[in-house]
């Protein structure tokens, strides 16, 4: 499977906890971006990688929130103190081109 | 405004007829558009992209391209209980995509 892949499909945790999901992107795609989306909503940007370059971050993203992508292939989203307000599925996508994106399944984060 | 606006929907369709979805921006400087098909649950995935004025049609999909109106749309031809999925619409800003919240469409049997 030369797909995005997201770990874990699924994560459960309680408020105030430490959480961390993982993505490994299409190998050759160079650019990798994280979103989150909530129901009935499109998808909101998060941060992008460009190899492992972290070039664009949401103003709308807390402190809480950090991301990585060290050698430029799989990334990391770490979601410090989690809160009720991060659940949410957790979206990670790649693309060579910057514009047509590959997403893998995501992580539905649900924070009690 | 948003800078995608799409209709929420939902946008209910009888099986084998046409479903037509839209999507409005508010950049006139944005030179790519991309529809993405949602099924519940899942990821969005990419199902066609326009760069230029004009029609594109790839199987039963046709998207339709107005920059003087700044508007693009997805047309769905003889459409399928399969069809069945939120669309959202998006465009090409700085090398990111801004997204619209999509338009739910229901394809009825």
Redesign the interface.
Known sequence: DTGVSQNPRHKITKRGQNVTFRCDPISEHNRLYWYRQTLGQGPEFLTYFQNEAQLEKSRLLSDRFSAERPKGSFSTLEIQRTEQGDSAMYLCASSDTGEKLFFGSGTQLSVL | QKE?EQN?GPLSVPEGAIASLNCTYSDRGSQ?F?WYRQYSG?????IM?IYSNGDKEDGRFTAQLNKASQYVSLLIRDSQPSDSATY?C?V?KN???I????TKLIIKP
């Open positions: 995608v929420s790519s991309f899942k990821s969005p995935e990419l992209s959202l998006a090409s090398y990111q995509l997204w619209g919240a999509g």
